[in-house]
């Protein structure tokens, strides 16, 4: 499923990922691979049924409203839609996604409304005020690693600027005093293979040249990668 599935999957194809998944699955901590499969996380979210708030961080918002239901740009817009996602809570989203031609597309009535709440790179003073605006007791946690520095996340996309120190540490705070049900994680570094001249065509506009993959060699990566990844999961397995 690995280029019917990148940039956007169309509904048979995230009907067949959605299949795919066994209930000793759910509730878990899942590495989905590419940022190009961030969308992969309104899949998972299906399995919740009940009052449930999402923190998303990220880099770029994913808040298009024109884009097919199922994809990298568009999901956190369709997932605000959902009855039982009261709110969606975004960190480390970049200043450049905020402006002209990105913001015409973005979901701003959501943002209006408050069901859509969008931070920037450095939120952790905000945290003790934003808690008690959570109000489901479950949450879901979508974390993809290029809003981080070079320094911990190479992947196919920008730079952020978050650390991913402040990162774990919002996530604990979350963790001390809600339940957090479930976490997806992202922004590995992953070739570009495109199923068809569409999909190659889009990332050839959205894609920023100088990813910070770029020019580093696969262990390097690797290297980069799964130490953030290790992180990530001894703080998850400890909560």
């Known amino acids: 499923l690995n280029r019917s599935a990148r940039l956007w999957a169309m509904d048979n194809i995230a009907s067949e990922i959605g299949a795919s998944l066994k209930p000793s699955q759910y ?6 691979g590419s940022s190009d499969y961030h969308h992969v996380s309104s899949i998972l979210l299906k399995q919740f ?10 880099h770029r918002p994913d808040w298009n409203v024109l884009w097919p239901k199922v994809a990298c740009n568009s ?8 009855v ?17 031609p990105w913001k015409i597309a973005g979901n701003l009535r959501s943002v209006k ?13 905000l945290i003790p005020k934003i808690i008690p605006n959570i109000y489901t007791e479950d949450v879901y946690i979508s974390f993809d ?10 992947t196919n ?4 600027r978050m650390r991913l120190d402040m990162v774990l540490d919002i996530i604990k705070a979350i963790a001390k005093n809600k339940n957090i049900v479930g976490m997806d994680v992202t922004g590995e570094y992953s070739l570009p293979i495109y199923e068809h001249v569409f999909k190659k065509a889009y990332a050839g506009i959205a894609r920023p040249r100088k990813y910070t993959a770029l020019n580093k060699s696969l262990s390097e990566i690797d290297e980069v990668n799964e130490s953030t990844n290790i992180r990530i999961a001894e703080v998850m397995l400890a909560k």
């Not at 509730?27 to 989905?32: D, G, S, Y």
């Not at 039982?84 to 905020?98: D, L, S, T, Y």
């Not at 996309?157 to 952020?160: A, F």
């Open 27 to 32: 509730n878990a901590l899942t590495f989905i």
């Open 49 to 58: 049924l009940q009052p449930i708030t999402v923190i998303v961080f990220d």
């Open 75 to 82: 999901w956190v817009s369709r997932q605000v839609e959902k």
């Open 84 to 100: 039982n996602i009261i709110n969606i809570f975004e960190f480390g989203v970049g200043k450049a996604a905020m402006r002209a």
């Open 113 to 125: 409304g408050g069901r859509l709440k969008l931070y920037g790179h450095y939120p952790m003073p």
């Open 145 to 154: 690693k290029s809003c981080l520095k070079k320094q911990e996340s190479l």
């Open 157 to 160: 996309w920008e730079e952020g």
